[in-house]
């Protein structure tokens, strides 16, 4: 781990830096965006990875473009550091009013947020993935008490929408090859609307259920990762092309790399 200090030497140094170093000098709000979206990229790699160096230092690169964009306002005037800490210290006492408040009885945030919301994706960044986006306006809306008891609804609802895309496939019928529908066609428009009802029912179902679809996606994605790249290495030591093997012997060694994960 690195040596400890304290925000305020932090603080310091990027008070320094904006002085004494040509580059950071030269920065601005908007040349510091794709930086900022990149360090939260690697902190979230190494959350990911449960790595305790790598998000300690990742942290830090997340905390270096805070401070900055803070003295960069400060210097304009608009606003300093201490403005952006007050403005955590007021959104968490507002968010917990049963700790620093009069209102002893615990609200969902969702539905404190509710009251002063003119409409359901007010405040939700336009570049925010659209998995995590589906998710938070499920939230917003269950909020309002738009939302189902229990994990039934989510379940059947998924079972519903299935079924209409199996539908939408079997009327539209053989243009559905293994090439895929040609994009802008009216055919692919009606079953991406159809797979876009299944995919947003399928996310509210993993909230009902206390699991966010991208954490869910994300284990998917390194199980499927895992076991596709076992296979290669099966393949390799038995001489197998997996290019030209086929899917019927590709499946074989699917089932083998499942069989030894159970056994582990």
Known sequence: ?????????????????????????????????????????ELDDALREGDDAAMCGELGDVLLQVLFHAVIAEERGAFGPEHVAGSLVRKMTVRHPWLYGTDKERTPWEQMKAKSRKSLAEGLPTGLPALHRAHRLQERAAGVGFDWPDVAGPI?????????????????????????????????????????????????????????????????????????????????????????????????????????????
């Open 1 to 41: 781990m690195q040596d400890k200090a304290t925000l305020e030497d932090a603080l310091a140094i990027m008070r320094d830096l904006r002085a004494r170093d040509a580059w950071d000098r030269a920065q601005t709000h908007d040349s510091l965006r794709p930086y900022l979206n990149e360090e939260m990229h």
């Open 156 to 264: 059947a609802k998924v079972a519903e929408e299935l079924e209409e895309v199996k539908q939408q496939m079997a009327t539209d019928g053989a243009v559905f090859d293994t090439h895929g529908v040609p994009s802008g066609d009216a055919r692919h428009a009606r079953l991406e609307e159809e797979l876009g009802d299944l995919l947003f029912a399928v996310v509210n179902l993993c909230r009902k259920a206390g699991t966010h679809p991208a954490l869910a996606l994300d284990r998917a994605n390194a199980k499927f990762q895992r076991r596709f790249e076992a296979i290669e290495q099966l393949a390799a030591v038995r001489g197998i092309d997996v290019r030209t093997a086929g899917l019927e012997a590709l499946d074989t060694l699917w089932d083998e790399v499942k069989a030894g994960e159970s056994k582990a």
